[in-house]
């Protein structure tokens, strides 16, 4: 009889286990229902990035004095600069400036290194395609200047904040 008991304790002691792990289980099911949905429906609502985010890069084609700066501080090499050394004037003209984003990490050592601050990082993160070798920006693709998220209509933005407030 004495095993019996045992048996019966054992038993309660698992079934009050049980009763406070489903007691705090729905205790944290209940502290969520207040709590606002963080799922963003993408292309109908886009957050707004913020300040310092690294998307595409921006190149400005006037202000570039070929010193390919940019070139040396990138971890691979991306940048490709195309340039000729004009003799009657002795400096180096641009002829052409690309960057293949399907191989960038966007570290923005091009950026912070520029001498003369023809490059820039935009809000775009939108680089998508179903062919490779539509990342391959030449100096025209990358002197457009993204649509802002914040000034198109047919969009809804939504401010990230510190709170989990997203709608």
């Given at each position: 009889m004495f095993p019996m008991v045992t048996g019966f304790m054992n038993y309660s002691q698992q079934t009050i286990r049980a009763a406070r792990y489903i007691g705090q289980s729905f205790m944290i099911t209940l502290s969520h229902v207040n709590r606002l949905p963080v799922t963003i429906q993408y292309p109908y609502e886009k957050s707004i990035t913020s300040e310092r985010f690294r998307g595409r890069i921006h190149f400005e084609f006037d202000k570039c004095i070929a010193c390919e700066v940019c070139v040396r501080v990138c971890p691979i090499d991306l940048p490709v600069v195309h340039w000729r050394l004009e003799i009657d004037i002795r400096k180096k003209r641009l002829?052409?400036?690309?960057?293949?984003?399907?191989?960038?990490?966007?570290?923005?050592?091009?950026?912070?290194?520029?001498?003369?601050?023809?490059?820039?990082?935009?809000?775009?993160?939108?680089?998508?395609?179903?062919?490779?070798?539509?990342?391959?920006?030449?100096?025209?693709?990358?002197?457009?200047?993204?649509?802002?998220?914040?000034?198109?209509?047919?969009?809804?933005?939504?401010?990230?904040s510190n709170k989990n407030s997203h709608g």
């Open positions: 002829l052409n400036y690309s960057i293949d984003f399907g191989i960038c990490i966007f570290c923005g050592n091009c950026v912070e290194y520029c001498p003369t601050n023809c490059l820039s990082m935009t809000e775009e993160y939108e680089l998508s395609t179903y062919d490779r070798h539509e990342l391959n920006y030449n100096q025209i693709a990358l002197g457009r200047l993204p649509m802002s998220v914040i000034g198109d209509y047919t969009i809804r933005t939504i401010m990230n």
